[in-house]
Every structure is written in structure tokens, then in C-alpha cells.
């Protein structure tokens, strides 16, 4: 696999223009004079993009947009300029709510073909879509619907929706790099299951049938989240319920009575048990700023509470653009300190809370919340040794994030040469879905730091003299592409966009 860099890029990482002394190699380890061993720092509020945030696959803050399948208008006015390009509409929600997002909530409405099948010419404007966010680096929490709460509810049958799930697999399976979480969706006004025309949802053959489907089309590595929390307990399956986990349509920390994921709530446990390893996306209401809806909610969710449900239940995604003239705007404002953060059990980034000079700086609700939903994925030092059989390489590696990674991906030890071109590539066999965080802030586990993982693995050394580039790589596992790559939050580590390659060490073979 060849990585072609500009002359820039080139010169920076062969150590030209001060990348290579961010990377410099320490003295040799005490304790054993053939490894060599390079420490790293995390992200400073001082550093360089220090404040903006790590835009990573499959976590952090999302937007939201909405088409309809047959001609990719969108149900609603606020999202007239969002027609027919998806790239378009992207750049929209950048310039609205700010950039550093690499996700969106994706509401597909087949209204038009609740009770017949979905015809080629839709299919083919849902893959436009996708394409558009592929143009754009992102990927959607996807969710497929008849009923919008506008238009007359649709008398779809649980054969209906198995019929399209079946049409949907194929599509689906073809984006998955484009698709971080397939929402179960379909039944009730926008997915959510709630009343419909023969109400699926009261139903657990009904619901375990839909729902088996949807399971059975799934792409490998890839899982569902319903919203309510009883209906996925009517599963009557368990290999299928297995692979669901939630999304809370209304977060507002008990606040309001459809906000069910609290510790007061009779499924608590059981979200304690599931949220770990299945995915689990948010969204505060809308506020009357921004809705004449009933249900708009216009009182400021308090951010260090939400930061603590958001980590003890280990949300990957939150939504960014609800309630985003009311509690988003506070967040923005309000400090958090790192004596609140140990207090309370959140996750302290290294030199998160620290400026160069050892001072320290608060943050704020908001950039806390952005960088540490989901994984936050932190290299402490690598080690390597010439070896007969090869590069011997071991690398420490801590999650400081609120949760594990959910999705697969190789953690791949790779050499580069002095123009970005990969020399060597070893699987280290890791999975990092094992990088677990630390204590959930609302429970009685103690407080303690998340466990260092070490991966390692040997690289066969290039036959030519020179100067190389040791990198760690999380690609995802059906693309190259380096936007769904994953970048470690550390300072130091350069990671030059065309690579997607988090390069640890300048060595001198």
C-alpha cells in the first residue's frame, strides 16, 4: 500500500521541519541496552489545534438530516437547503454548528413505498447519499422510516419491512465504511417505535421478527440501538437482542418524563450490562428556540451531569444540534476543572487540564463532553529493538475515553520510509475493543485510572539503509481511506492526513 505526500509532508516527516524533533528518540531503556524507547505526552490546550478536538470514526458529537427516498427532499423546512446533495448539506451543518464532527444522524423516509417495493431509482438516490458523505469524510447513524408525524401514518406490515430490510442489506453491506450504527428504525413516527398503524411494537413475535431481520442484515461488526428500552427486552430471541443497543431520543437527565435512562428507572441494570460493549447514541430535545414541538425542552441540562451519565453509560454519539440554543450554548460557557473531573470519576486526559508551563486550565463543558464521548485513545510510550528476526516492537496504549471502541479494526505496527511509503506492515492481533475506560462516574466502582494495554508485534526490517517512520495504524476494515482512520490523543504523534498513520518513533535502520 503506497501513500503518495507532498514534498512538505515528506520533508516533515523525515524530521526536516521540526515534526522529527516532536518524535525525537529518547536514551536507551535502562534496564535492557538494545530497546529503545520513545514516550509520549497527550494534548495540551496550548498545543497547536490543542482546543478543536480529535474528529475520530464512530464517536463524538453528530448532526442530523433527513431525505426522503424518492426524490431526496427532506420532510422539513429547516432542511429545504439540504436537498439533493448530501455533501451540501453537510457543509451547511459545519457552518452552522461548528466543524471537528464526523458523524450525522441519517433519517431515510420510504413513506412513499410503505406497502410496495422500494424501486431502483430510490435505492439509487439513498446510495447518492452515502456517496456524499463519503466525499466528506463521514459516516451516518443510519435510520430508515415510513412515518414522519406529518404525513398520514402508512399501514406498513412486519412482511413490508422485512421485504425492504432484505432490499436494504445489499446497499448497506456496499457502505458500511459510510455507516457507523444501523438503527432499528421502521416502526412508529420516525423510527422511533412507538404508535403506528397495526402497533408492531405491543407485539414481542412482531418485534423479534422485525428485529431478527434487521439482526440477520447487519454487516459484520456492525450493531443496532432501539430506543425504548422494554421493547428490546421483548425480544424473545437472545442471540438477536444481544446485538442491540440504545439511543436516547430525549436526554435531559431525568428531566423530563420520556428520558428513561436513569438510575431510578427499573432497566438501569441492565443498561450497565449492555452499554459496555453494544453502541449507544443520544439527543437532548429540541428547544423552543428551535421547535414549536410540545415536547421542546428550554432549560439548560446541566453539563458536568451529563457528562457523568454520558460516561457511565458509555454513549459514543451525542447530537450537537439539539437544543443548540439553550444547553449548548451554556455548555460552551462553563468551566470544568480537573478537580471536578477526578471528584466525580470522569476520565483526565494527559495535559488535558495543564498548558506547557505546567499551569492550570479549565475547559469546558462542551469541548470535555466532545472529546471524550466514545474512545479517546492515548499512546504512553514505544519501545523497539533490533532484532535478528526483525523490528521488535511493544507499545502502551490507555483509553481515556467513556467508552470502549464498539466496532472492529486491526491495530497494525507499520514501518515508513522517509516519503510516507509503507516499508512494513505487522497485525499486532489486538483487539481493541478490549481498550476498556475506567470507572463509570455514577456507580460505586472505585476510582481508579483505566488499565494501560500493550500490543506488540515484529516488523521484518527493509533492506535498504535509511531513515524510517515506526506508526501504529487503525484503519477500518473496509477502507483505506485515512479520514476513517483513527488518531491517538497525543502531541507529538504526527499524523500526516494522507497516512492515516499515527507515527511513533524516527528510527535510523
Known amino acids: 500500500m503506497r501513500h503518495p505526500l507532498s514534498r512538505r509532508q515528506a520533508l516533515a516527516l523525515a524530521g526536516l521541519t521540526g515534526a522529527g524533533a516532536a518524535l525525537g ?78 458523524l450525522t444522524q ?26 456524499g458523505l463519503r466525499a466528506k469524510g463521514y459516516q451516518a447513524i443510519l435510520r430508515f422510516s415510513y412515518d414522519d408525524g406529518v404525513r398520514p401514518d402508512r399501514p406498513y406490515t412486519v412482511q413490508d419491512i422485512q421485504r425492504h430490510i432484505a432490499q ?33 411494537q405491543n407485539w414481542p413475535d412482531a418485534t423479534t421478527a422485525i428485529m431478527t431481520s434487521l439482526v440477520d442484515a447487519l454487516p459484520a461488526g456492525m450493531d443496532t440501538q432501539m430506543r425504548y428500552p422494554w421493547l428490546r427486552e421483548r425480544i424473545t430471541t437472545s442471540s438477536v437482542k444481544a446485538k442491540v443497543g440504545y439511543h436516547n431520543d430525549y436526554f435531559t437527565l431525568g428531566g423530563g418524563a420520556w428520558d428513561y435512562y436513569v438510575p431510578s428507572n427499573s432497566h438501569w441494570p441492565t443498561y450497565l450490562e449492555v452499554t459496555p460493549t453494544r453502541t449507544v447514541d443520544g439527543e437532548m430535545p429540541w428547544d423552543k428556540g428551535q421547535s414549536e414541538d410540545p415536547y421542546a425542552w428550554s432549560t439548560v441540562i446541566d453539563g458536568l451531569g451529563a457528562a457523568r451519565r454520558l460516561q457511565t453509560l458509555r454513549f459514543d454519539t451525542l447530537s450537537v444540534v439539539h437544543n443548540a440554543t439553550v444547553t449548548i450554548p451554556a455548555w460552551k460557557t462553563t468551566t470544568l476543572t480537573k478537580a471536578q473531573a ?36 492515548e499512546i ?33 505496527l507499520t514501518l515508513l520510509d522517509a516519503h510516507g511509503r509503507t516499508v512494513s506492515t505487522v497485525n499486532t492481533g489486538a483487539d481493541w475493543r478490549t481498550w476498556l475506560p475506567g470507572p463509570r462516574s455514577e456507580t460505586n466502582e472505585p476510582a481508579a485510572d483505566p488499565a494501560t494495554r ?8 527493509p533492506t535498504t539503509p535509511g531513515t524510517y517512520f515506526l506508526g501504529l495504524a487503525l484503519p477500518h476494515p473496509t477502507t483505506s481511506a485515512a479520514a476513517y482512520a483513527v488518531r491517538c490523543a497525543n502531541a507529538g504523534v504526527w499524523f500526516p492526513p494522507s497516512l492515516g498513520v499515527n507515527v511513533l518513533a524516527t528510527i535510523a535502520l
Do not use: C
Not at 448532526?63 to 457543509?91: I, R, V
Not at 476520565?347 to 469546558?364: E, K, M
Open 168 to 200: 436494504l442489506a445489499p446497499i448497506v453491506a456496499t457502505n458500511r465504511d459510510v455507516i457507523a450504527v444501523w438503527q432499528a428504525g421502521f416502526v412508529g413516527d420516525w423510527g422511533e417505535w412507538g404508535p403506528n398503524h397495526y402497533n408492531h
Open 454 to 461: 500493550t500490543i506488540t508485534g515484529t516488523l521484518p526490517l
Open 25 to 102: 528518540v529518547s536514551g536507551r531503556a535502562a534496564a535492557d541496552p538494545t530497546w529503545t524507547t520513545v514516550s509520549h505526552r497527550g494534548i495540551r490546550p496550548d498545543d497547536t489545534n490543542g482546543t478543536s478536538g480529535l474528529a475520530n470514526p464512530s464517536r463524538g458529537f453528530r448532526y442530523e438530516m433527513s431525505y426522503n427516498a424518492s426524490d431526496l427532499t427532506s420532510p422539513w423546512k429547516h432542511e429545504a437547503d439540504f436537498a439533493g446533495d448530501s455533501a451540501k448539506a453537510l457543509g451547511l451543518l459545519e457552518a452552522k454548528y461548528g466543524t471537528g464532527v464526523k
Open 342 to 377: 477526578t471528584a466525580t470519576k470522569l476520565p483526565v486526559s494527559d495535559g488535558y487540564f495543564t498548558d506547557s508551563s505546567g499551569n492550570p486550565v479549565a475547559r469546558t463543558h462542551y469541548d470535555y463532553i466532545r472529546d471524550h464521548l466514545g474512545y479517546r485513545i
Open 380 to 412: 504512553r510510550q514505544a519501545r523497539y529493538a533490533k532484532l535478528p528476526s526483525g523490528l521488535s516492537v511493544q507499545v502502551d496504549l490507555v483509553n481515556r475515553g467513556f467508552a470502549a471502541p464498539k466496532h472492529p479494526r486491526s491495530a497494525l
Open 106 to 131: 441519517l433519517y431515510v423516509y420510504l413513506w412513499d413505498y410503505a406497502t410496495t417495493t422500494i424501486p431502483s431509482s430510490a435505492l439509487a438516490n439513498i446510495q447518492k447519499i452515502f456517496d
